[in-house]
């Protein structure tokens, strides 16, 4: 019987009370030592001649990035906290539906020059000197923004739910850079443009705070979307993949797509191809197999897992450590708050004296990582 493919689903669901494994783990200190403990364990037991089962395979989640300045997804009472009335757009209604597409790019548009301008945070190079001191063999992140591999680009990253940074053709699967598809985006709709300019230059942008934003000109109607003035979403324009437009691509059925674009270049409605889609695994889309299996093989090498930043509310992620326990590898858990059916992850926790063989601790990653890495050094 084949395994059912891993889709990207939310999870709505309450988390419990986060466990706190060694005891002395509740506080910075205590956390960082038992942290400390886990990812050299193994290391000290034997002495010299380490292979990788004695090293630590990271796994990340939203909660690292937070200090990078980027809104945590779930925020503490597991709601979303950037915005009241947003919701994550769906794999299937971006394929279906231009209007979708028309809503999703005009946000993204406007968000873009935030998470261009943000970049990796404490926790992220604390990760890279934790690699250099030889306690990592790679990181498995859900994050889609980069940060792992321009902190630490030696270290491997298997991105599970893909990358910002680039856009994918959903018709010939090429890739495209993300800052190049933007000052299309700039040329095509240059109402936006200059609205973004305006928001840009007014600090409407820097804060997440809905009532600074709007005190400072970005205004949104009841759907949230950004208000702009003589230019509402649905007449924003978005480029067709210049790939397909150039040479029709050959469709699944065998048959020529058609893909037109309006006298500017942007995406007609006649058209039957050549969309360009975030290359980022959307909630109800599927993670590709091959990146399915590379996060496996970063799990096999690794005889230790430390999970990171994640409540492991994404099914994809529990997995992952669920498989882990399975197998009976040590588990960590740094993360502020609850994580998804985390007791059964340590089933007899009260024997833990120490972070030898499990820890779990509910503290800021970017606090904590820093400290382990003066520990270690
Ligand atoms: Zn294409």
Not at 137 to 156: E, K, M
């Amino acid at each position: 019987m084949s395994k059912p493919p891993l889709m990207r689903i939310p999870y709505t669901g309450p988390l419990p009370p986060p466990l706190i494994i060694p005891s002395a783990a509740s506080t910075l200190n205590g956390a960082a030592t038992a942290i400390a403990e886990f990812l050299t364990a193994r290391q000290s037991q034997k002495g010299g001649d380490v292979n990788t089962k004695d090293k630590t395979v990271l796994l990340t989640g939203a909660g690292i990035s937070v200090a990078s300045g980027l809104a945590d997804y779930r925020g503490k009472n597991g709601t979303y906290t950037r915005n009241k009335t947003y919701r994550p757009i769906y794999f299937h209604e971006f394929v279906a539906s231009h209007e979708a597409r028309k809503r999703y790019w005009a946000r993204s548009f406007l968000g873009w020059t935030s998470l261009h301008k943000s970049r990796p945070n404490p926790a992220h190079y604390a990760v890279r000197d934790l690699a250099k001191h030889g306690v990592l063999t790679s990181v498995i992140t859900q994050n889609v923004d980069s940060f792992h591999n321009r902190a630490h680009p030696g270290l491997p990253v298997v991105e599970l739910h893909g990358f910002l940074r680039s856009l994918v053709c959903l018709s010939c699967r090429r890739l495209m850079p993300r800052d190049e598809f933007q000052s299309w985006l700039s040329k095509l709709n240059p109402e936006w443009d200059q609205f973004l300019q305006e928001l840009l230059k007014s600090g409407a942008l820097d804060t997440e705070d809905p009532e600074e934003r709007r005190k400072k000109g970005y205004r949104t109607n009841p759907d949230g979307d950004a208000d702009v003035p003589g230019a509402p979403y649905y007449t924003f324009r978005y480029p067709a993949c210049p790939e397909c437009l150039r040479r029709a691509p050959i469709l699944k059925d065998g048959s020529k797509g058609r893909v037109e674009v309006d006298a500017d270049g942007a995406w007609s409605e006649k058209s039957d191809s050549g969309i360009l889609k975030p290359n980022v695994i959307m909630f109800g889309e599927s993670i590709p197999v091959e990146v399915k299996q590379q996060a496996e093989a970063a799990l096999d090498e690794a005889g230790r897992i430390l999970v990171i930043g994640s409540s492991l509310a994404t099914y994809s992620a529990w997995r992952i450590v669920k498989k882990a326990f399975d197998q009976g590898m040590p588990i960590g858990i740094l993360n502020m708050g609850g994580v998804r059916k985390e007791a059964g992850f340590f089933p007899d926790r009260d024997r833990f004296e120490d972070g030898t063989d499990a820890v779990r601790a509910s503290l800021a990653a970017e606090q904590v990582l820093p400290q382990v890495v003066k520990l270690i050094s």
